[in-house]
């Protein structure tokens, strides 16, 4: 444990690892039933790894195996799980001092930054090094998120009226692209106008128009292109 955290005053949840001293002292534990989470039961207690300064609070949460899988499961370590013959646990250490599903909830959420933070390397370009000097390269990685921020920005512009903040889903840059920049069309010009085809298996034609029309309607007043405001 790195106490130059602490001394910051950093707040951490960090998943701990499978030792014999640990499924000891979960085995010791006092188990309740948890229904802030999507474990079938939680608990918490003081632990003192082997080579730390101190105790601190550990919080567990175990899952029941069904008795056909146990019957069949052999013993399993993953990076957040790991299984005896009739649970499944996962186990974090904090020093937060929310109640139990607050603090898997909070730890929870780095899995979905972790999928963001991959998207923007592969489909932004942000794990790209163009350059040996610090400086251009701070510079493409501002550049890279502001063009992945710049998608987002388009993603809201183009909800349906009504969509709410709840019901929004997450759009993939890639998936972002092939809707709304690499589609089939063609300019066309005829009597003294100008327009665009789109092909007629593009499906997302109602939606893209009317992003560009939004578009089209946004000024230096930032005056609303969207009649109502998420809530």
Not at 143 to 151: D, E, G, I, S
Not at 196 to 221: G, H, K, N
Request: hydrophobic share 45%.
């Amino acid at each position: 444990m790195n106490t130059d955290n602490e001394a910051a005053a950093c707040q951490f949840v960090i998943v701990a690892r499978k030792t014999s001293a640990l499924l000891a002292a979960l085995t010791a534990a006092a188990w309740r039933p948890s229904p802030d989470t999507d474990a079938d039961e939680a608990c918490e207690f003081p632990y003192q790894p082997a080579g730390w300064p101190r105790p601190y609070r550990f919080v567990a949460l175990r899952y029941e195996t069904p008795p056909e899988a146990e019957a069949a499961a052999t013993p399993v370590e993953q990076y957040q799980l790991f299984a005896t013959a009739a649970y499944t646990y996962r186990v974090f250490v904090t020093n937060l001092r929310d109640p139990i599903g607050q603090v898997v909830w909070f730890y929870n959420q780095r899995a979905g930054a972790e999928n963001l933070i991959k998207e923007a390397n592969n489909d932004a370009g942000l794990a790209a090094h163009p350059s040996k000097r610090f400086d251009v390269n701070s510079v493409h990685f501002q550049l890279a998120m502001l063009a992945y921020h710049l998608n987002c920005w388009l993603l809201l512009l183009q909800r349906d009226d009504q969509t709410q903040t709840d019901a929004l889903t997450h759009t993939t840059l890639a998936t972002a692209r092939l809707k709304f920049l690499f589609i089939a069309a063609k300019i066309w010009r005829h009597a003294g106008r100008t327009g665009i085809s789109y092909s007629a298996d593009y499906p997302e034609q109602p939606v893209f128009q009317r992003l560009m029309d939004r578009l089209r309607r946004v000024t230096p007043a930032f005056a609303p292109v969207i009649r109502h405001a998420m809530t």
